[in-house]
Nanobody, 121 residues
Framework: QVQLVESGGGLVQPGGSLRLSCAAS????????MGWYRQAPGKERELVAT???????NYADSVKGRFTASRDNAKNTVYLQMNSLKPEDTAVYYC???????????????WGQGTLVIVSS
């Protein structure tokens, strides 16, 4: 079974930095686009950043210039470096990936369990 496990969330002061990681494991042949989404209290889940297997990135306007997505294809891992954090970045951050399952050869979308980021003084 394929799963995504995030890590790296926590409490940080405004202006600080955090690095999130998300590792995929299980019966994986290939991973296409990986991404990060977030959901703040009382709000809908929104896109933060995506990165293709070739390293092409896309960012929400609210995080451009502050967040950087990267990935290590050999480790099936995606990262989100978050700098200059603001209180409005407070949310649960979810990892997402399109994964080809070794057992079925079908591409399925998978989500991690989420990691909480709190930006507060």
């Amino acid at each position: 079974q394929v799963q995504l496990v995030e890590s790296g969330g926590g409490l940080v002061q405004p202006g600080g930095s955090l690095r999130l990681s998300c590792a995929a494991s299980g019966s994986i042949i290939r991973i296409n686009t990986m991404g990060w989404y977030r959901q703040a209290p009382g709000k809908e889940r929104e896109l933060v950043a995506t990165i293709t297997s070739g390293g092409i990135t896309n960012y929400a306007d609210s995080v451009k210039g502050r967040f950087t997505a990267s990935r290590d294809n050999a480790k099936n891992t995606v990262y989100l470096q978050m700098n200059s954090l603001k209180p409005e970045d407070t949310a649960v951050y979810y990892c997402n990936a399109e994964i080809q399952d070794r057992r079925t050869y079908i591409y399925l979308e998978r989500w991690g369990q989420g990691t909480l980021v709190i930006v507060s003084s």
